[in-house]
């Protein structure tokens, strides 16, 4: 690897981020992953403000997983910075967030990958639904795939295959 990454990480609801995870991605850089209390924002622009503001302009990839993929997907919008979700809460989830339909046509333009990973046997996070919601509001470029065995928890040799997958798709596209 010869391109280190600032990588943040946000793990799911009432969730954290596994140690053969984290081993996974400080191979590819140094890695922030705050432990995050959701019920603690009333609101995604607190949260961004609070976790996502003060990293942004120290970082070159948000990686998340369910509520933790949705939050990151929203950073990533905002402030235009790749991103590497696994089953992200799109359509289901408990956070009072600004919906992500309103931002479909709206100021924010992409111009970094989403990297999106989903689960075809997840059974908390609908693949189906969620395929619906990414094609109809998640704004390109995106790339979407869909892992046949997965269910909502994603085993380590799938995060690691995707995690390799996304660095080598980013860093041959910004060299």
Sequence with gaps: MD??????????????????????????????????????????????????????????????????????????????????????????????IVPLPEYKGSKFTRTTMTYIVLGEKDTVVDCDQNLKFIQDYVIEPKTVFTEPTMEHITPNEIFRKHVENFYNLITTNTQ
């Design 3 to 96: 391109r280190k990454l600032k990588i943040v990480y946000y793990h799911g609801y009432n969730s954290y981020l596994p140690q053969q995870r984290r081993n996974i991605l400080e191979q590819y850089g140094s890695l922030k992953a705050p432990a995050i209390d959701y019920l603690k924002f009333p609101s995604i622009d607190l949260f961004l403000k609070e976790h996502a503001e003060p990293a942004s302009g120290d970082t070159d990839i948000f990686v998340g997983s369910s509520m933790g993929g949705l939050t990151a997907y929203h950073a990533a919008l905002r402030y235009d910075i790749a991103c590497l979700l696994f089953n992200p809460a799109f359509y289901f989830n408990n956070f009072p």
